[in-house]
């Protein structure tokens, strides 16, 4: 079989022959929440905006200096902000807030010894596709960074504390994210470079244990699972998907 390629990052996200890791964390609530992002996309919050920004500053600083990107500092309504959004048409607008908290992230990650030496020596935004062996349904993962047996993922969080952030990886899936980006590319080991949004901006570097990857393999191999007989072998419709139980 012919490796897929994505020749831009609009055509890799327009893409549904392949299933992502994100598209499993819609279905993992179900497959009409799968069904509503293929429709309309994904929600599209500051939260997310500012994590998507943060990784473009940090893995792709050449398209990050090409971006239009303006800070307001005020409520989002009223003529003042009428008027702002005019002025910076086709741009990016941050409140000034994110705009800072950007801009100490970037700081913050690029004076850390080990995540500088562990990004600089990676190939950056790798895109991979593969056949998952068990449920034959095709994937594809576009990695942060990737070295010769180690991908690494930059995440933002509100505490990097090790219980705090374990405790976000479960309920975010991260776990999940681990195992099959790991799969997928055919690394053995898988590590987390995190810094807080708010001030001092602390770092932390987390390798993931086989416990871990193991937990999250167990997961995306149920949901790829669920992919197939809903979506293409549609032994189940989705149409007729609900929960029942005793309370």
Known sequence: MRRKEFKTDEEYY????????SQLGYLSKSP????HYYQYGGENTSAFELGRLLHMAVLEEDKFQNEDISCY??????????EFKSENKGGIILSEKDCKSLKGMVRSLSINDEVSE?????????VNC????????????KADAVLPDCIVDVK??????????R??????????????????FGVQNFKFVCVEK???YRIAVYDCSQEFINSGREEYKKLLESYFEYFISKEKNYNDYYLKGTL
Do not use: H, M
Request: proline share 1%; charged share 30%.
């Open 14 to 21: 327009a893409d549904r022959e392949y299933v992502t890791n």
């Open 32 to 35: 009409l929440n799968l069904i």
């Open 118 to 126: 562990l990004l600089s020596s990676a190939k950056k935004e790798v």
């Open 198 to 200: 708010e001030y001092p």
């Open 73 to 82: 500092d005020g409520i989002k309504r009223g003529k003042k902000w009428e």
């Open 167 to 184: 405790s976000s990886c479960y309920r975010y899936g991260y776990n999940r994210q681990a195992a099959f980006y790991s799969d997928g």
């Open 130 to 141: 593969w056949i998952d062996k068990d449920s034959l349904v095709k994937c594809k993962g």
């Open 156 to 165: 933002t969080t509100t505490n990097i504390e090790f219980e705090k952030f």
